[in-house]
């Protein structure tokens, strides 16, 4: 009998998860509420996972900082916790989920184990072994600490990363490995992305035209992609642009066709901010982590 199978025994079916499942799925995919969180903390499955992991000294968190100095963390959660990643590497991963511009910072903490609360990233991967990987310290390991007062605020002295992604050090475009067209260069991997996320989306109907485009045209200059359901269209521009952000805008895209699929955009609803938007961002960074955490190389 493997542990796991043993440790369900013991808090009972695997029917009775459901609920911590569906919680856990909600938090990784931003739509969560206090009785998601609730669950998280109070099921009889998750208080294995309330010791520290081995190994900890060191607490990152990726943060966008919208101007002016650095003052405090922004919590995705009622402020009964904060996430952190153990390794610097999470928070990059994290900033390389959102679909965010300006400043992005990468701040350090002490790792304090009386603040732990949760080992998430341990109760994740043992609901969900298909999806997650073993070597976690090297990728995206979140766990949450409680919000005392250190954990909420940041200073630019905790400072150990201060680039917006896919920046180079001195502040001009990082161009990496970048080609003039990313597109041609990474075409394989871009259609095995697409046929991925077709997959996770669960999008049954044909695919709309997807056209890659080093150039932009038009007025709007300052797009990097967009949907047109009227012209069954995707547009998604590739000039100069990293592989990972490419891919986010791929993402994004998608979540909007599927939302047309399923009938939930009513008239025009794609201004920036809007509950479609929102939406389309949270589940394409969503896509990323998942994407990033089995593809590390698309972040490098």
């Known amino acids: 009998m493997r542990a796991r199978d043993f440790i369900v025994e013991e808090v009972g079916t695997e029917q009775e998860l459901d609920s911590l499942k569906a919680a856990c799925e909600n938090w990784m995919e931003m739509?969560?509420?206090?009785?998601?969180?609730?669950?998280?903390l109070t099921h009889p499955y998750s208080q294995q996972f309330k010791k520290p992991p081995a190994g900890i000294d060191r607490l990152y968190r990726g943060l966008v900082v919208a101007g002016g100095k650095i003052k405090a963390v922004p919590g995705k959660s009622n402020r009964k916790f904060i996430a952190y990643a153990t390794h610097q590497y999470g928070a990059e991963a994290f900033l390389a989920s959102l679909d965010t511009g300006g400043r992005q910072v990468i701040i350090e903490k002490q790792f304090n184990p009386a603040d732990f609360v949760l080992d998430f990233t341990g109760l994740y991967e043992s609901l969900f072994p298909e999806q997650g990987l073993h070597n976690r310290y090297q990728t995206e390991y979140e766990v949450w600490m409680r919000a005392t007062r250190y954990y909420q605020t940041a200073s630019e002295k905790e400072v150990v990363k201060d680039t917006a992604w896919g920046q180079t050090d001195d502040g001009e475009p990082g161009r990496g490995n970048l080609s003039e067209s990313t597109?041609?260069?990474?075409?394989?991997?871009?259609r095995d992305f697409i046929k991925w996320c077709v997959r996770k989306?669960?999008?049954?109907?044909?695919?709309?035209?997807?056209?890659?485009?080093?150039a932009k045209e038009g007025p709007d200059q300052h797009r990097t992609g967009y949907y047109d359901d009227n012209d069954d269209i995707m547009w998604v521009y590739t000039g100069n642009r990293n592989l990972i952000d490419i891919m986010r805008t791929v993402a994004h895209e998608l979540v909007h066709r599927k939302q047309h699929e399923d009938n939930m955009v009513k008239g025009d609803q794609s201004y920036p901010g809007s509950p479609i938007e929102q939406q389309a961002d949270a589940v394409a960074g969503y896509l990323m982590k998942l994407y990033g955490k089995k593809n590390p190389e698309i972040i490098e």
């Open 31 to 40: 739509y969560f509420d206090a009785n998601d969180i609730n669950t998280i």
């Open 183 to 190: 597109y041609q260069e990474h075409k394989a991997q871009l």
């Open 201 to 214: 989306l669960k999008i049954r109907q044909q695919l709309p035209r997807i056209r890659f485009q080093d």
